[in-house]
Structures are given as C-alpha cells and as structure tokens.
C-alpha cells in the first residue's frame, strides 16, 4: 500500500504546484490501483507492478501513433505521462545485464535450440519482471538459442 500513499502525496503536491501533466498521470495511476483493488485477482505488488507497466506500455505505443499521423503536440503529452509513470517503476535493466541474465538462465535450463524459447522465457519473464521489457528479453533469448 506504499505506491497508493506516495500517489496520494504526489497529487496534493502536483495540484499545489498546478503541474497538470503530472496530475494526470498520477490520477491515472491512482484510477489504475483502484480499479486492481475491486478486480477479482486481487491487489499485490505484483499486479501493482504489472499496471503500472501496461500504462507506460500503452502510452509509448499511442505516441508513436501520435507521430506516424504528425501529431507531436499529442506525442508529447503522452510521453510526458509515460515518462511520470516510470518514476514509480524499478529501474530497468540495461540490454547488457538481460543478456547476461537471460545466458544465466539458459545455461540453467539446459536450453540448446529455439525449440527450448518457452521454458527460456518462462523462467526469464518471473526472473526480470518488472526490470526489463519483455519484447528486449524475447528478442535477445531469440538472438542467444539461435547460436
């Protein structure tokens, strides 16, 4: 329940400063954790996690539709929303330290083909979950079974 408390905070400071596109973003954030919180999976750190990435998801790719229609006030808005939500993620890992992980865990699945790329990503999307994107950990187990 810390992430809805910091939120919390994060509002009343955001409307104090008339800061609308942080506002925004974190009322969406707040919206996003009610919502977990009446949902019949239930609310854990887990599923918090898992919004909050789905958001900064969703709000990348309508930007970059935002670019491909000319459209970069929109795009920056966007962005700008994308850029306060990721502040309450954990920080994300660099391709090199996935790379170094996902051969981790190759080697301890006994993984030898691309044959092998669902039990690689099985146990690689619970290891790095919510430290790394799951298309940069899909393509680098991809580029690693295929030596």
């Not at 925004?24 to 954030?29: E, M, N, Q, T």
């Amino acid at each position: 329940m810390a992430l809805e408390e910091k939120i919390n905070a994060d509002i009343k400071s955001a409307m104090l400063a008339k800061e609308a596109a942080k506002l925004d973003a974190l009322r969406a954030i707040k919206s996003a954790i009610l919502l977990l919180k009446t949902s019949p999976e239930g609310y854990s750190d887990d599923t918090e996690l898992k919004a909050l990435q789905k958001m900064v998801k969703q709000r990348k790719e309508t930007a970059d539709v935002y670019k491909t229609q000319n459209r970069q006030d929109l795009a920056d808005v966007e962005l700008s929303q994308a850029a306060v939500i990721e502040a309450y993620l954990p920080k994300q890992m660099s391709e090199d330290e996935i790379r170094t992980e996902v051969a981790a865990i190759i080697s301890s699945t006994g993984a030898s083909s691309p044959a092998d790329m669902g039990k690689v990503m099985g146990v690689a999307t619970k290891q790095l979950a919510g430290k790394a994107d799951g298309k940069v950990v899909s393509s680098i187990v991809k580029e690693l079974l295929a030596k």
